[in-house]
């Protein structure tokens, strides 16, 4: 089992920054990758950034270049780094974890509102 807590959602401003934090916990050495989901309301889930245990990353076409998404592994912690948001990228932001075995878990996310 792998338990995720997110935190760091919030109100911003159109333009403004936010960095979002999600611990891990449990059975963390079976973990092959995370990444962070968001869902706006009305829409479905969908993948914003993911990091493999290798190093690799990716993004969505809608994010990449102003998200960035980094681990600290001795904090057992993911972040994703957002800076010049838009009112587009207001949703409910979503941790996810993957293991060797291909179970998924999920944190209870955390509101990101841009607006003015």
């Known amino acids: 089992q792998v338990q995720l807590v997110e935190s760091g959602g919030g109100l911003v401003q159109p333009g403004g920054s936010l960095r979002l934090s999600c611990v891990a916990a449990?059975?963390?050495?079976?973990?092959?990758?995370v990444g962070w989901y968001r869902q706006a309301p009305g829409s479905q889930r969908e993948l914003v950034a993911v990091s493999a245990t290798g190093g690799a990353t990716d993004y969505a076409a809608s994010v990449r270049g102003r998200f960035t998404i980094s681990r600290d592994n001795a904090k057992n912690t993911l972040y994703l780094q957002m800076n010049s948001l838009k009112p587009e990228d207001t949703a409910v932001y979503y941790c996810?974890?993957?293991?060797?075995?291909?179970?998924?878990?999920w944190g209870q996310g955390t509101q990101v509102t841009v607006s003015s």
């Open positions: 449990g059975e963390i050495a079976s973990i092959n990758a």
């Open positions: 996810n974890a993957i293991t060797r075995s291909n179970n998924m878990y």
